[in-house]
């Protein structure tokens, strides 16, 4: 089955922490990316990979850092640097560049930093 | 700055019922707009729209874009209890950049 994973789906951690959410496609495709939602907001960009060994600051990248080692996978880490942590996180691929085409979504890991 | 704003953001309707939902849209370098039905966890895709005024039917489901007025809307008719979910609209600049709105939250009851 091709698809995107995210593990795990819920993760707990002491404030101070740093936590890595994995994220794993096999779906061939070039472009990948980490998103936030908050409740009651849409989704905002943290980070963003074009192609492997190179990545762009999202809207929101600040306590957060990334890596893009391999096509298939692109691991954020959640830094104790980023102020309210506790959010829902998304990842998203997308095969190519250029904006014609539609981004898909892994099922998201829940953080919750106490 | 970019913006997608999304209305109205909590829709509460009974089976059978008609539903509209509107995503209007500042934003530079325009280059599509996207729609996704997001039910508990990952958001899935419904439309892409890059043409005005062309609608794009699924089922259920349409939505059409109007560029002079910069705004598009979701239809969804005879509404099911499957339909509950938050309706997320994104708009793709000449990047690899989406921007999405809040999102509609719609919930539909027998």
């Known amino acids: 089955d091709g698809g995107i994973t995210q593990s795990p789906k819920y993760l707990f951690r002491k404030e101070g922490q740093n936590v890595t959410l994995s994220c794993e496609q096999n779906?061939?495709?070039?472009?990948m990316y980490w998103y936030r939602q908050d409740p009651g907001q849409g989704l905002r960009l943290i980070y963003y990979?074009?192609?492997?060994?190179?990545?762009q600051k999202g809207d929101i990248a600040e306590g957060y850092s990334v890596s893009r080692e391999k096509k298939e996978s692109f691991p954020l880490t959640v830094t104790s640097a980023q102020k309210n942590p506790t959010a829902f996180y998304l990842c998203a691929s997308k095969p190519g560049q250029g904006a014609d085409y539609e981004q898909y979504f892994g099922p998201g890991t829940r953080l919750t930093v106490t | 700055e970019d913006k997608v704003v999304q209305s109205p953001l909590s829709l509460v309707v009974h089976e059978g019922d008609t539903v509209t939902l509107n995503c209007s849209y500042e934003?530079?370098?325009?280059?599509?707009l996207l729609w996704y039905k997001q039910e508990k966890k990952a958001p899935t895709f419904l439309f892409m729209l890059?043409?005005?005024?062309i609608e794009k039917k699924s089922g259920r489901l349409s939505s059409i874009l109007d560029k002079k007025e910069l705004f598009s809307i979701l239809n969804i008719t005879a509404t099911q209890t499957g339909d509950s979910a938050i309706y997320l609209c994104a708009v793709a600049r000449n990047t690899d950049k989406l921007i999405f709105g809040t999102g509609t939250r719609l919930q539909v009851f027998p």
């Open positions: 779906l061939n495709h070039d472009a």
């Open positions: 990979s074009q192609i492997v060994n190179d990545f």
């Open positions: 934003v530079t370098n325009f280059r599509s």
């Open positions: 890059t043409s005005s005024g």
